[in-house]
Structures are given as C-alpha cells and as structure tokens.
C-alpha cells in the first residue's frame, strides 16, 4: 500500500495573510481542498493530513469530505517535526511508498503524481526537481561569492518526494535530535542512505511561500 502524508502545518508567517495559507481560496476552493483534490484523483491509496494542532478542527472540517483522507493528526513545531508524526503515526500500517508533500504547492498535476509513484516503484527515493538555469554562486555568512556552482548539476527540490517508508522513518528516527539542520525529507533521508533518484519536476509545482504568491 502507499500513502501521502500532506503536510498542513504552517501559520504562513511569511505570506503577509491573516490567516495559514492553506486557507486561503482560488477559485472558491481553499489551498487546502485543492492540493487534496490532486491526491484524491491520483494512484495514491490513502491519506493522513497533519495539522496545526491550532486548526485542527477546521482542518478535520475541510477534509471529511475526501475519501481518500484517512485522519488528520496534529504535527509538531517545524515542518520535519510533523512529518516524523505522520511517519509514526503509520507504523503497523502495511505501507510500502510513502511520499510527503507541502499543502502550499497546489498545483500539483495528478498525472505528475502518477509518474512519480510509477517511478518510486524502482526506487528506494525520488524526487521530483527543477534544474537551475541561472548562474549560482556560493557566498560567505557576509554576501561574498566564495565560487560559482555548474548549474547544470545544480537542482532545486520539489515535493511530492517519494520514499521507502521504512527507510524514511529510520532516517528521520536516527536524526530526529539535530532535525532542524535538514531542509526536506531527501536530505534527511540522505543522511542515512545516500542514493536518491532525481526525475523532471513540473515547473508549474510552485510553493506559495511571500505576499507575491497571493496575487
């Protein structure tokens, strides 16, 4: 069996909105329902949100709905935090793929999601990514360029990522003391494993992240 986990627990300190993103609406339709929907159209078994534990209830609210959705958890303080929750909460679950995914990346095709889960068949670990096409620089903590990067082998990463669950939940329990120095789930997978297939990701897959975003 596989499963996403759907990560919903920010506050959107950085979108300039008086409420978490994920409820905010396009098209009549909350950031929230419309990332679920991609899921619930695609090849993907089951579903666990994590939520704030704060919204919980709206959360629960928004997503009784969707058949797919198995439950709604309450996440931790960070991002890595939450998703080793929803990793802990499907042990015993008989899970083979795991893949995570921010619910502030709404445009998510379900045929992308598809590929993704055709391809982690023969992978440990996927990741869907965007090869950079600008010049890219290393700097110091004062700004000064250190090197310039080959951009050609220069990535930058998109979610959904697809896992070996039991790998992902080793990786995250081996390293869930010094969690906040992994920036996604590949690096901490990483950390363990090494050996993470890249695919084409979907430029369109954007995270709604700045005030920008919203307009």
């Known amino acids: 069996m596989n499963y996403a986990i759907i990560v919903s627990g ?13 409820f905010y609406k396009i ?12 899921f619930e159209n695609s090849n993907i078994d089951k579903i666990l949100i994590v939520s704030n534990i704060d919204y919980i209830n709206k959360t629960k609210e928004i997503t009784k709905k969707f058949k ?21 909460y499907l042990q015993n679950k008989n899970i083979d793929i795991i893949c995570v995914h921010d619910v502030v990346r709404p445009f998510i095709q379900s045929e992308d999601i598809n590929k993704y889960l055709i391809e982690s068949k023969n ?3 996927i990741i869907p990514a965007i090869q950079e096409i600008d010049t890219i620089s290393l700097t110091d903590s004062n700004g000064n360029i ?18 070996n669950y039991e790998k992902l939940f080793i990786s995250y329990k ?28 979907n430029k369109e897959n954007i995270k709604l992240t700045n005030p920008e975003d919203f307009k």
């Open 10 to 22: 920010g506050i959107g300190k950085r979108s300039g909105l008086n409420i978490p993103k994920q």
């Open 27 to 38: 098209r009549n339709k909350t950031i929230l329902e419309t990332t679920i929907e991609k």
């Open 68 to 88: 797919k959705v198995n439950t709604v958890i309450a996440g931790g303080n960070s991002r890595a935090e939450s998703v080793f929750e929803g990793l802990n």
């Open 123 to 125: 992978h440990d670990a």
């Open 146 to 163: 250190i090197k310039f990067l080959e951009r050609s082998k220069v990535f930058r990463h998109l979610t959904p990522q697809f896992f």
């Open 174 to 201: 081996k390293n869930i003391k010094n969690i906040k120095k992994f920036t996604d789930d590949a690096s901490i997978y990483f950390e363990e494993y090494k050996n993470i297939k890249i695919i084409p990701g």
